[in-house]
């Protein structure tokens, strides 16, 4: 009897240590490849970026350029981020955790904004993360553009 109790100890603690690192994986907090989905590089990877937490909101910074040199210029930017360098450049502010989950993307993040440095314009944004795959999408109106990016290991 002693080792039954012990055999299902350990089972259930199994199982809770592998829904808690299961969960985890759908955190949107990490470092991700960018891909890019228009233009000539349309398909390459573009871009690492760190996504952080601050105060209950989420921001993103470029960490590394794939296609361009480290040192490039927001040329297209407005305002303070003009002529700034793109790494290092935080692009995505204010997203929070809704708490809608999406069956085919996962975990809703919104309420944000996201600023393409490839043309300067900024945009409202939604993601979704499901494990390894972050869903970004950016609305002007109700158009909008969608991006997958893939965690960094």
């Known amino acids: 009897m002693k080792k039954v ?4 100890v350990i089972f259930m603690f199994a199982v809770l240590l592998f829904s808690v690192s299961v969960k ?8 991700w490849k960018t891909i890019s989905d228009e233009g ?3 398909g390459k990877a573009k871009s690492h970026v760190e996504i952080f937490e601050k105060n209950g909101a989420y921001f993103a910074k470029v960490t590394k350029l794939l296609l361009k040199p ?9 305002g303070d981020l ?5 790494v290092g ?9 809704t708490g809608s989950v999406d069956e085919e993307f996962g ?25 390894d795959v972050l869903t970004s999408r950016g609305y002007i109106g109700f158009l909008y553009r ?8």
């Open 82 to 86: 003009k002529n700034k360098p793109v």
């Open 89 to 97: 450049m935080i692009f995505l502010q204010d997203m929070k955790k």
């Open 5 to 8: 109790f012990v055999g299902v």
């Open 40 to 42: 000539a590089d349309k």
């Open 107 to 131: 975990d809703e993040y919104a309420g944000g904004t996201i600023m393409d440095p490839d043309n300067g314009k900024t945009y409202k944004c939604k993601m979704w993360v499901k494990g």
């Open 24 to 31: 985890a994986e759908n955190t949107i907090i990490g470092t």
């Open 146 to 153: 969608t991006q997958q990016w893939f965690r960094v290991k």
């Open 70 to 78: 480290q040192d490039t210029l927001c040329d297209k930017c407005e």
